[in-house]
């Protein structure tokens, strides 16, 4: 079974510009959930999504952004970039039920660095 | 809400000695327990995880970790560490149920474990 892909894995920008990372769970897997990671603020969850709701909210500003496709296919979205948002962006599938128990399996992570 | 501290931010050992990495947990409801391992420019794996029933869990790589409710700890041991074990572990907590634990896993802020010849 193939694991969580992110693409793409490094991703160079400039201040005020926006971008979006995609992130495609494990088949049969209709939740993701996002983290920023950086080594000041260590891992840092941003959202989830399942059956493309957002189900839950970390405390980022409303320039980070997500959505969730059909195919449970997740993207999240910054805005108006600054440099510290420079980080490895973490996406995490599981299948969202059976109260929590479920294992969150991680992608490798998409590298931001904001110049 | 829930918190994670891990004691150590860096141990070194060598190989074939023991390791404990240390974790400790706060939180206001019941929470499943989890320890990821992360090497480098990779994504995070999952090493065990404590859900309910028998307090001492392992991993299929010799890893194991005793959940104390009464000290809230979670700590991660190995009697023997080899070369290839060399990484930065995270303790992770997650609430029971839905609401704002939804998808939420909580880390405490990494322990990097190096492992010398």
């Known amino acids: 079974k193939a694991g969580v892909t992110q693409t793409p894995r490094y991703l160079i920008k400039t201040r005020g510009q926006q971008v979006t990372l995609s992130c495609s769970p494990i088949s049969g897997h209709r939740s993701v959930s996002w983290y920023q990671q950086t080594p000041g603020q260590g891992l840092q969850f941003l959202f989830e999504?399942?059956?493309?709701?957002?189900?839950n909210k970390g405390n980022f500003p409303g320039r980070f952004s997500g959505r969730q496709f059909s195919n449970s296919r997740s993207e999240m979205n910054v805005s108006t970039l600054e440099l510290g948002d420079s980080a490895l962006y973490l996406c995490?599938?599981?299948?969202?039920?059976?109260?929590?128990?479920?294992?969150?399996?991680f992608g490798p992570g998409t590298r931001l660095t904001v110049l | 809400a829930q918190s994670v501290t891990q004691l150590d931010s860096q141990v070194p050992v060598f190989e074939e000695a023991p390791v404990e990495l240390r974790c400790n947990y706060s939180s206001s409801v019941s929470v499943y327990l989890f320890w990821y391992v992360q090497y480098p420019n990779q994504g995070l794996q999952l090493l065990l995880k404590y859900l309910s029933g028998s307090t001492l869990v392992e991993s299929i790589n010799g890893f194991e970790a005793e959940f104390n409710k009464s000290q809230t700890s979670f700590h991660l041991r190995k009697p023997s560490v080899h070369i290839s074990d060399t990484a930065e572990y995270f303790c992770?907590?997650?609430?029971f149920g839905g609401g704002t634990s939804y998808g939420k896993l909580t880390f405490g802020q990494g322990t990097i474990l190096t492992v010398h010849p």
């Open positions: 999504y399942f059956s493309e709701t957002q189900r």
């Open positions: 995490a599938s599981s299948l969202g039920t059976s109260g929590g128990t479920d294992t969150q399996y």
């Open positions: 992770a907590v997650k609430g």
